[in-house]
């Protein structure tokens, strides 16, 4: 079992950068492979990037690419979200998840999910 706690949401103006983190309780968080989702609201939750439990392996949605890193420290049990260059389209609820699934993007892959962090992006 694992349980997900995400923090370092707020508001930003355009251009600008936040780091969301992901801390994971359970011993078993570095079995998982991590990913974080966003729901902006009236519309589905999406993925945005995923990482492997050795953090060796990332993919990323085309919408985020270049701009977001995802990263992982297995020490701390926390995944992050780095995410520069901001945009008012980038405003949602973001949420971190765990599969075991390698490398999936669709949600219902994931079997453990935080409650979320609001991030709004001002234009």
């Known amino acids: 079992q694992v349980q997900l706690v995400e923090s370092g949401g707020g508001l930003v103006q355009a251009g600008g950068s936040l780091r969301l983190s992901c801390a994971a309780s359970g011993r078993t968080f570095r079995n998982y492979y991590m990913g974080w989702f966003r729901q902006a609201p009236g519309k589905e939750r999406d993925f945005i990037a995923t990482?492997?439990?050795?953090?060796?392996?990332?993919y990323y949605a085309d919408s985020v690419k270049g701009r977001f890193t995802i990263s992982r420290d297995n020490a701390k049990n926390t995944v992050y979200l780095q995410m520069n260059s901001l945009r008012p389209e980038d405003t949602a609820d973001y949420s971190c998840?765990?599969?075991?699934?390698?490398?999936?993007?669709?949600?219902?892959?994931?079997?453990?999910w935080g409650q979320g962090t609001q991030v709004t992006v001002s234009s």
């Open positions: 998840a765990a599969t075991g699934f390698y490398r999936s993007t669709r949600k219902n892959d994931y079997d453990y």
């Open positions: 990482i492997t439990w050795s953090g060796g392996t990332t």
